[in-house]
């Protein structure tokens, strides 16, 4: 557990190199291989004023997670994730949200993310997640936006009305 408050530090403290180093350092002592290297490209990802870390290190690294682990959820929303941010392909970024739902239909992020790039039910993936985290501000928020966009200000209000 130590190891891991180190790390949580060095990112609030924006220490990316420390904590790749970090990360790098815990995955050669042979720690939880599919832990340090979810944050391993999780903290290239947060890294996205380097090039290198953010468009080439970080998606290799989710890639080699997905790989590694197939049957990971998590590991799924992140390839999916960073593939939308970093790298604007959304068709990959699709095929790896939907291989995460199919491993976990409870999966609120990828939900939630995916809601972005599939307008057309949107609605419907918004309010999943709600159904499973109902204080999720962002889903509320953006599920109260859709619901106004669609002119059904009654509803987009109520969700607005609830989240106070």
Not at 41 to 62: K, S
Not at 66 to 81: D, I, M, R, T, V
């Amino acid at each position: 557990m130590k190891a891991e408050r180190i790390l949580e530090r060095l990112i609030l403290k924006n220490q990316y190199a420390k904590a790749i180093a970090w990360c790098q350092q815990k995955l050669a002592q042979g720690y939880d291989n599919q832990f340090w290297l979810a944050n391993l490209g999780y903290v290239y990802f947060l890294d996205e004023q380097n090039i290198e870390h953010f468009y080439v290190q970080a998606p290799r690294t989710f890639v080699e997670l997905a790989q590694c682990y197939p049957k990971s959820a998590n590991a799924h929303f992140w390839l999916g994730y960073c593939q939308e941010i970093a790298l604007h392909n959304l068709k990959q970024a699709k095929e790896s949200y939907e291989q995460a739902i199919s491993l976990d239909a409870q999966h609120p992020y990828t939900h939630l993310t995916l809601a972005s790039i599939e307008q057309t039910i949107a609605v419907f993936l918004l309010k999943r997640v709600v159904e499973i985290q109902p204080c999720n501000l962002r889903a509320n928020f953006e599920l109260a936006e859709k619901y106004a966009s669609l002119g059904d200000r009654e509803r987009a209000q109520a969700i607005l009305r609830m989240m106070l």
